[in-house]
């Protein structure tokens, strides 16, 4: 019987906190956007170099700072829902303070003042720490970043989850594909019976089996008493006689000792069968686990109930002489929950595999649905796609053309007649668009260029018309070579196969111009995006109309009704971050606090009203750490910042994003990277100011905990943490 091995996955789950903690940064409140580019326009509108590449480009720019009158301001917009939200997160802060006893560590929108924002301090009006008070005026060393550990709180309130999908194409960006439930069927209700007696007779068995064993005792004492008995007669008869004894008299004592060795292997058979005596509650159990693996939605607990299923029907003979395998369709399920999950590891890959192998082992037909997951599963699991993870792919590929799974060569089983037993063969399958498309992105994210061509004229000769997905995955090979070109060529493709552009289409459309550096583009795909979520009432020069014509210079066509989502705001921040441009990225930063996530699966929380309100995004570690290398790479240090409230790269800002990064969920981890990058911005913007750079790193440890995983070795870390703390090598990691 096949067994399976002892594989585990545990993975955490994703936490999404009810209020933000970072909900008065960059004056977040209705109309925020007015003010906010009136500034920019008033300020610095002129040397922005953003500006400069957008008027770079050869389509219509995309002049987001220009200097315009507030009337006829294309980013002012009214927001009709957002007193309302924050007057739930109000309540929801003021509930905090009843049950915990003090002040929350969330931040109210509602007391921020626009003040510095309507006078011309874009950001240092609304950038006010809490705990280091008014930065103006003050040198980096005197600089004071807030320390100790914020406490963890949980807002109790009741919380769903929003059900609906989106009314347009999004591919798996959204969490919500639910495989569904496998209900045990009527023959296998009948095996969980015949189980049931099966067992039931097996302890009747037992039961006069070890009566008759008790008879057998009884016996046998007495032999053993009349062969002691027959022992000393003969002894005695020996000393008078002295005689040896006979034949036969000799042949029945080998007899007698034969048969109480006989009741000894008896006894000790009973025992041992005593030790493997199937539980009376293993059909409940069987029927619990076959449950579980037919309903769950977690893939651990399913494995769970796999392996027991698996361990427990080879274990028995009374189960396995009546149920040989686990049904069919219990495991076509598991597959394609497995298939799925995300996200892809290794791990999961060999669950896949030896799901697959199981079935074929017990005489079931897998489906083409399950190979290409396989093919997919088999270059999955790594950061970065290799060369052998292609050539794994194609070789799970040429099994499939052949009805073999990989492994199958040395699979091998004993039968009953002393040889081995193979696994059997599949019937062949011929690739389909799946498969293909399944190959070329694993090609694409390997840069195999050989593959791509080789794998696109079989795709050419078999007739297979490619889908939404294959161009995407062509577009991320075109990014990654920074082949412009190859870009408007998949967006022209896919117009004219009257394929949809989709949500993860544009947000692949993102990355590809922003790896390009055409922020310009970038910028009109997000604010097209933005005003389909709030719209813009701006009409003349440069409105959304214009936006929406230059996009469709490039084959871009957004949609009515497609929104931003967490994905597009990362990609927005980080490139525009990456790039240096300080005042997009922030302002799509406060875009995300402030616009209500409605993606299926986010949570709502109930208002004062009692009605249902979605909360707003929660700022994730990527995006911080998107901004802390933006501070990293185009910090300004104190000796060229002219303006302390200028909307830059500056210390006084760096610190305020950095409050906000500590107030974090306790879930969120710090990985060293992230450590390094946050440390080189402190270094930028202070100027190596060693007493800022060391609050910082305290500050760090004070909430994350830091540790260093090779701190002996000569890292950057390693050495910074020694020049930071010469006088206690051991503290902090």
Not at 65 to 89: G, L, T
Not at 268 to 273: C, K, V, W
Request: hydrophobic share 35%; aromatic share 8%; charged share 25%.
């Amino acid at each position: 019987m096949l067994r399976a091995s002892s594989l585990g996955l545990s993975l955490p789950r994703p936490t999404i906190l009810a209020v933000q903690s970072c909900r008065r940064l960059y004056g977040a409140r209705s109309r925020w956007a007015a003010p906010l580019v009136r500034n920019a326009s008033n300020s610095n509108s002129a040397n922005s170099p953003l500006t400069a590449v957008a008027h770079s480009s050869p389509s219509t720019p995309l002049d987001t700072y220009r200097q315009q009158s507030p009337p006829q301001d294309p980013w002012e917009v009214e927001y009709p829902v957002a007193q309302e939200k924050f007057r739930v997160m109000q309540h929801q802060e003021d509930q905090l303070v009843e049950e915990v006893g003090q002040e929350p560590v969330f931040l109210n929108a509602l007391s921020v003042s626009s003040a510095g924002i309507e006078e011309g301090q874009i950001f240092s009006g609304a950038l006010k720490t809490e705990t280091a008070g008014d930065l103006e005026g003050v040198s980096p060393k005197d600089v004071s970043i807030k320390e100790g550990k914020l406490q963890n709180t949980t807002v109790s309130h009741e919380r769903r989850d929003i059900e609906e999908s989106p009314p347009y194409v999004a591919e798996r960006t959204w969490p919500l594909d639910t495989v569904k439930p496998v209900e045990i069927t009527n023959k296998t209700l009948h095996f969980l019976k015949s189980i049931e007696r099966g067992i039931g007779l097996v302890y009747q068995n037992y039961e006069y089996a070890m009566y008759r064993q008790g008879n057998w005792k009884k016996k046998r004492e007495g032999m053993e008493a009349w062969r002691i008995k027959q022992e000393a007669r003969r002894r005695k008869n020996l000393r008078h006689a002295q005689t040896l004894p006979g034949e036969a008299e000799l042949e029945r004592e080998r007899e007698r000792e034969q048969e109480i060795e006989r009741e000894r292997e008896r006894d000790l058979e009973l025992e041992q069968e005593q030790e493997n005596l199937p539980s009376r509650e293993l059909p409940a159990a069987l029927r619990q686990h076959l449950d579980i693996l037919g309903t769950t939605a977690s893939v651990d607990k399913a494995w769970d109930s796999y392996v027991y299923l698996i361990d427990t029907i080879a274990s028995h003979h009374v189960i396995y002489s009546r149920m040989e395998h686990i049904p069919y369709a219990h495991l076509h399920r598991f597959s394609r929950l497995l298939a799925h999950n995300l996200p892809k590891t290794h791990m999961q890959y060999l669950r896949l595999l030896s799901v697959l192998t199981y079935i074929v082992h017990c005489g079931g037909i897998l489906k083409q649905a399950q190979w290409n997951a396989l093919i997919n599963h088999v270059a999955s699991g790594r950061r970065k796609t290799t060369q052998d993870d292609v050539e794994r792919a194609l070789g799970v590929f040429r099994g499939m053309k052949a009805g073999r799974l990989p492994g199958s060569s040395s699979f091998r089983m004993p039968n009953e007649d002393g040889g081995e037993l193979l696994l059997p063969e599949q019937s062949p399958f011929e690739p389909d668009v799946y498969t293909v498309t399944t190959l070329l992105a694993i090609a694409a994210r390997a840069m195999d260029t050989a593959t791509l061509k080789s794998v696109s004229l079989a795709m050419s000769k078999a007739g297979i018309a490619p889908n939404r997905v294959t161009q995407l995955s062509l577009m991320r090979y075109f990014t990654v070579k920074k082949d412009l070109g190859g870009v408007r060529r998949t967006l022209q493709k896919m117009r004219q196969q009257d394929l949809d552009l989709g949500l993860d289409g544009l947000n692949a459309c993102i990355w590809a111009y922003g790896n390009n550096d055409r922020l310009d583009i970038v910028l009109m795909i997000y604010r097209v995006l933005r005003h389909n979520k709030i719209p813009e009432k701006y009409l003349g020069p440069d409105d959304i109309h214009d936006i929406v014509t230059a996009l469709q210079e490039e084959s871009i066509f957004v949609p009515n009704g497609i929104v931003p989502d967490a994905i597009t705001y990362t990609a927005v921040i980080q490139t525009m971050a990456y790039h240096g441009h300080f005042e997009p990225s922030i302002k799509v930063f406060i875009d995300m606090l402030t616009i209500e996530n409605e993606e299926p699966g986010a949570p709502v929380f109930s208002s004062e009203a009692g009605d249902l309100k979605p909360a707003p995004y929660t700022p994730s570690v990527a995006i911080y750490r998107a901004l802390f290398l933006g501070f990293a790479r185009h910090g300004i240090p104190p000796r060229f910042d002219r303006d302390p409230d200028a909307a830059d790269w500056t210390l006084k800002n760096l610190l305020e994003i950095f409050e906000r990064f500590l107030s974090l969920p306790q879930t969120a981890t710090l990985t060293q990277p992230v450590l390094n990058i946050i440390m080189s911005a402190f270094a930028r913007t202070s100027a190596d100011n060693l007493d800022v750079m060391r609050k910082a790193w305290t500050a760090l440890d004070d909430r994350f905990g830091i540790v260093l995983f090779k701190p002996h070795l000569e890292s950057r870390l390693a050495r910074l943490k020694r020049t930071l703390f010469p006088g206690n090598q051991s503290k902090l990691g």
